[in-house]
């Protein structure tokens, strides 16, 4: 089935990226990575309208937002981790991407558990160089370090995937949430058309990935079967995630950068209900 998001935000962004679902507070968070501002922001539920309540700027550039169960923040700035308290005091938890290294953090996602995930990519020619972190209590653990674009990740049971945005690859492994053990990386499908990005999972197990290029969103079986579409009508559609009381409000994120002569809608975040839920965003945990 195909379904047609509808621009709701007034704000247009540069390269908006990785909204966050807080359900304690009804807030939804999200990034301008260019602008490196993390924006906090009120859905209605009703319209889909999505109203800027806060924000927070930030030196270079912001990749990712996650947000613990009592308000306190993880952003992914450049190249290192830092948490925000809810008085808005900010400390460097960890470098992820040592200095002077042409690259910067990515999107990024919690785990089940409230470990925090985090990519990067190349801001040169390097190619396959790139990493997905984990930060828990015991520090900095590396899962991948030969990615090309690191980029969303979804845990659909006892399994993450993540996606490695240039060669199109949806990759999986199993994954104990209890003690973070993972098994051996595998592909679980490859998306030729336009270039996977950010990424949530439903209820049923299905799931979302933008797709920046073709301006929507896909629903996929954990094979890669396209089961629905969603259309933005942005060509640079770069993420979803399930927000509102119900977690039936998909919040999609686009981006203004690279295009030649973005259109008006280009940059502003997008919702549409497209019959389904989506799971809880698991709550960071400070350790």
């Avoid at 439903?202 to 079967?225: F, M, P, Q, S, Y």
Wanted: hydrophobic content about 40%.
């Amino acid at each position: 089935m195909t379904f047609t998001a509808v621009p709701a935000s007034a704000g247009v962004y540069t390269l908006g990226e990785g909204p966050v679902w807080d359900a304690a507070r009804q807030r939804l968070l999200w990034v301008d990575i260019v602008a490196a501002t993390v924006y906090e922001g009120r859905l209605d539920a009703a319209t889909g309208r999505i109203t800027v309540t806060g924000e927070h700027v930030f030196d270079g550039t912001v990749g990712a937002v996650a947000v613990a169960s009592g308000g306190e923040l993880i952003v992914a700035g450049q190249s290192t981790l830092i948490s925000v308290d809810t008085d808005g005091s900010r400390t460097e938890l960890a470098r992820v991407l040592p200095e002077g290294r042409r690259s910067r953090l990515n999107d990024g996602a919690v785990d089940p558990a409230g470990r925090f995930l985090i990519g990067s990519l190349a801001q040169d020619d390097r190619h396959g160089q790139e990493v997905l972190a984990r930060l828990d209590g015991g520090g900095l653990t590396y899962l991948d370090t030969d990615l090309v674009l690191s980029n969303g990740l979804a845990w659909v049971g006892d399994r993450l995937y993540s996606v490695d945005t240039v060669p199109g690859t949806i990759w999986v492994r199993d994954y104990d949430p209890d003690t973070g053990k993972t098994g051996p990386r595998r592909e679980a499908f490859t998306i030729g058309d336009g270039m996977p990005d950010g990424m949530c999972a439903d209820a049923d197990g299905n799931l979302w990935i933008a797709n920046w290029g073709l301006g929507r969103v896909e629903c996929r079986g954990t094979g890669g079967e396209l089961i629905d579409v969603v259309e933005t009508g942005a060509p640079h559609t770069s993420c979803p995630v399930f927000a509102g009381p119900g977690l039936d409000v998909l919040v999609i994120t686009t981006a203004r950068t690279g295009l030649d002569g973005p259109g008006p809608d280009d940059g502003r975040l997008f919702t549409a209900r497209v019959g389904v839920r989506g799971l809880p965003v698991p709550y960071w945990n400070p350790f």
